[in-house]
Each structure stands twice: as structure tokens, then as C-alpha cells.
């Protein structure tokens, strides 16, 4: 389970930290398209909770290739350190709001693999009760080895589509302890960007370290913060589908492992 954010920095760890996600307890009116001649991984994918022999895929069936362009200026509070979009009108279909992904039904497969050890998921499929996302549980992994991930996606039609590969690292066992290197971040607000084109440069200069593992301390997006405000499920989950489009966090996911924690903006 995940956990509170000051409880976990005391007691941080290789095998520490919990996996936190928007609850799908409240029905929404997703934006989607049905059957999609293509379909995308737009939000990318994530490794979660690695341990020496598991770990679980994450990723999201998508309806177009990019995220909706930002149209938006934005400008400094005059009391807050923040930057707030101008003009934003918080009342506009979600469909339509700067960085907006669409989801889209289909299947969705998961491989991970190097040359002595090979997984494959049976195919899993993407709809709007789950918001398009779906999660692979693999088991049975070497310990501190490499594999590659692969996913594939395709559309109600069976055409696979997309395709997506990075990879991971599992941990280590108890007996035979390692120097690990780790990076940390926390408190992400979509609109504090600062490279348009990608995101968060802090993401692009983590993935250069290259390490072992990531962990997200909480407030991973800001549901009390204009861009929207959220005041029900599907823009809670559009702030998510935003800050997944970044490419600088895509890429960076597809080479790092991420433990993720909960707070008070993304609860």
C-alpha cells in the first residue's frame, strides 16, 4: 500500500515504497474513441514496485500520437511561486485542454526479456471503465539482471499498431548487497514547466545518471491548482494524462524503474 510521504522518507529504501494511482471508484465520462484504425502509447509506460524477482507494467491505450499542443500563455503569481495559464477556461471539454491525451479501447500485450529469460502476458484489454490503462504483474525474474520491455498495442480490429520498449534492472538479493544509485522528486505542477517541447529538464538530466531506480515523493500532479481545477474524475485523470505526455518523464520511465507515493495535492 502506499503510504504517507513523511512516514516513508524515514525508513527509504531499495525495497520500500508503495504504488499510488487515481481510485476508479467513481464513474466518468472518459474522452475516447471507439476501434481506432491506430492506436498509441502517448503516455508512455512505467516499471513499478521492482523487487529482486517481479514487477509490474503500467501503461495507457491511447487514441493520438501526441498530446493536444499548448495554446495557453502563462504567467508568475503575484504572491505564489507558481505559474498559472492565462485566460484558461476551466469550463472547455477535457478533449480539448493543453496537453490532453485521448484514450481508446483495444488490447495490449507486455514482454520482458534478455537471452536466458523470456515473460509474455496474455493480451489485456484497454477500455473506459479502467480509464484505457492496464497492468502487467510479471513474477519469477532474476535477481540484478536486465531485461528489455516491449508492448504492443492494437485496436478492437486485431491490427497491432503500437509499440513501445525500454527497460529495467531488478534488485539484487539480500546476500550479495550492491551500491545502487537513486533520484528523487517531488511537488509537479503541469504548468511550472520549463521546456515547452518536453516538460521538466530536471527528468532529461535524471536520465543521464542512469539510475537504478526513481522515486516520486507525492504530488505528482496538483488537482487544487487552475489548468485545471478538479472538480470530478475526468480531470483528475486529465492532469495525469498531461504530465505522462511530457516527453522528458516518458523517456525517462522507459529506461527507469519508478516507486510512487501519495500526499495531499494528488489525493
Known amino acids: 500500500m502506499a503510504e504517507n510521504r513523511r512516514s516513508f522518507l524515514t525508513k527509504i529504501g531499495w525495497l520500500t515504497g508503495g504504488l499510488i494511482t487515481p481510485v476508479n471508484t467513481i464513474r466518468a465520462r472518459a474522452p475516447f474513441k471507439l476501434a481506432n484504425d491506430l492506436v498509441y502509447f502517448t503516455n508512455g509506460f512505467k516499471v513499478m514496485e521492482v523487487t529482486k524477482n517481479e514487477a509490474i507494467i503500467w501503461t495507457r491505450l491511447c487514441a493520438s500520437e501526441k498530446p493536444n499542443p499548448l495554446v495557453h500563455l502563462k504567467n508568475k ?58 497492468s502487467f504483474p510479471f513474477t519469477g525474474l532474476k535477481s540484478a539482471t536486465e531485461y528489455k520491455v516491449q508492448l504492443e498495442g492494437k485496436t478492437e480490429k486485431g491490427k497491432i499498431t503500437a509499440h513501445q520498449s525500454g527497460s529495467f534492472r531488478t534488485a539484487g538479493s539480500e546476500e550479495r548487497p550492491s551500491e545502487l544509485l537513486l533520484t528523487t522528486s517531488t511537488c509537479q505542477y503541469f504548468w511550472n514547466y520549463d521546456d515547452k517541447n518536453r516538460g521538466f529538464k530536471t527528468y532529461d538530466a535524471m536520465r543521464q545518471l542512469k ?55 494528488d489525493l
Do not use: C
Open 211 to 265: 539510475p537504478d531506480f526513481f522515486i516520486h515523493t507525492g504530488d505528482y500532479v496538483y488537482y487544487d491548482r487552475m489548468g485545471p481545477m478538479v472538480d470530478n474524475l475526468e480531470k483528475a485523470r486529465h492532469k495525469w494524462h498531461a504530465m505522462d505526455g511530457w516527453p522528458s518523464l516518458k523517456e525517462f520511465y522507459q529506461q527507469v524503474p519508478i516507486y510512487m507515493l501519495k500526499d495531499d495535492h
Open 77 to 134: 503569481h503575484k504572491t505564489q511561486n507558481n505559474e498559472y495559464p492565462i485566460d484558461f477556461n476551466e469550463q472547455m471539454p477535457v478533449e480539448e485542454m493543453d496537453g490532453g491525451v485521448t484514450g481508446s479501447t483495444g488490447w495490449v500485450r507486455a514482454m520482458v526479456e534478455n537471452q536466458r529469460d523470456k515473460h509474455v502476458s496474455d493480451w489485456q484489454r484497454a477500455s473506459s471503465d479502467g480509464d484505457f490503462t492496464v
